[in-house]
C-alpha cells in the first residue's frame, strides 16, 4: 500500500513569495490534515478536511494561508506572502474510516519550507 | 481540552539497555492515545495506540506502552535499547471536538531518544 505522498520535499523561498504544497493521501482515506511543525515542537494542525469539505480550520492563519481538496482526494497547501515564521515542515496526513485502521493518521515525508 | 505532556527533552540510554519514554495526557472522558516517531528529516511514523483494551499495546519495532488510567500516563518502552532507535519520539491523543465529529491528533513537544553504543 503507498503511502502519502507529498511535494516538494524542500523549499527555500524570500520572505513575501508565495509556495505551494501538494498531498496525495492514501488510497480510500477520506480524512487529510495538514500540520505544521516549528524545529523543537510538535505538529499542530492547521486544516482537516473530510472528503471535499473543510472539518476544522480554526488554527489556519487565513490571511495568508489557504488549502483546498477540490476532488477530495489529493489537496494543495499555499503560503501567500509568506512570513520568516512559516519556516517550518508542512506535514499531510490522512486517515480512514473504516476498520481497525480507522483511529490511525498516517503521515507523508514532510514538505521541509525555509523562508529567508 | 485534551493535552499531553512529555516531560524529558532528552532521554539517553545504552545499547542494550531497556528504555522508557514518558508521556502524560489530560483528556475528558476515554483517551486515544498514540506514539509516532520521527527520524531525522524524515516524516512521523506511527508505532502504536491505545484505544481500548488491554493496557499493555504492543507496536512496531519492538516497542511496547503501558496505559495507567490512575495515573493518566502513557509510557513508551522497550526492553533492549538498540543505536537506531535514536530519534523524536512523539505522543499524542485525539481530539474530541464538539459535535461528535472524528478529531485530529494533540502532540507532545517530543522527546530526543539517544541511544549510545
Known amino acids: 500500500e503507498a503511502g502519502v505522498a507529498q511535494s516538494p520535499r524542500y523549499k527555500i523561498i524570500e520572505k513575501r513569495q508565495s509556495v505551494a504544497f501538494w498531498c496525495n493521501p492514501i488510497s480510500g482515506h477520506a480524512t487529510l490534515y495538514w500540520y505544521q511543525q516549528i524545529l523543537g515542537q510538535g505538529p499542530k494542525l492547521l486544516i482537516q478536511?473530510?472528503?471535499?469539505?473543510?472539518?476544522?480550520d480554526s488554527q489556519l492563519p487565513k490571511d495568508r494561508f489557504s488549502a483546498e481538496r477540490l476532488k477530495g482526494v489529493d489537496s494543495t497547501l499555499k503560503i501567500q506572502p509568506a512570513k520568516l515564521e512559516d519556516s517550518a515542515v508542512y506535514l499531510c496526513a490522512s486517515r480512514t474510516h473504516q476498520g481497525s485502521k480507522g483511529n490511525t493518521i498516517y503521515f507523508g515525508e514532510g514538505s521541509w519550507l525555509t523562508v529567508v | 481540552a485534551q493535552s499531553v505532556a512529555q516531560p524529558e527533552d532528552q532521554v539517553n540510554v545504552a545499547e542494550g539497555n531497556p528504555l522508557t519514554v514518558k508521556c502524560t495526557y489530560s483528556?475528558?472522558?476515554?483517551?486515544?492515545l498514540f506514539w509516532y516517531v520521527q527520524y531525522p528529516n524524515r516524516g512521523l511514523q506511527f508505532l502504536l495506540k491505545y484505544i481500548t483494551g488491554d493496557n499493555l499495546v504492543k507496536g512496531s519495532y519492538g516497542f511496547e506502552a503501558e496505559f495507567n488510567k490512575s495515573q493518566t500516563s502513557f509510557h513508551l518502552k522497550k526492553p533492549s535499547a538498540l543505536v537506531s532507535d535514536s530519534a523524536l519520539y512523539f505522543c499524542a491523543v485525539r481530539d474530541k471536538p464538539p459535535g461528535g465529529s472524528q478529531g485530529n491528533l494533540i502532540f507532545g513537544k517530543g522527546t530526543k531518544l539517544s541511544v549510545k553504543p
Open positions: 483528556v475528558s472522558g476515554n483517551p486515544y
Open positions: 478536511f473530510q472528503n471535499n469539505g473543510v472539518v476544522d
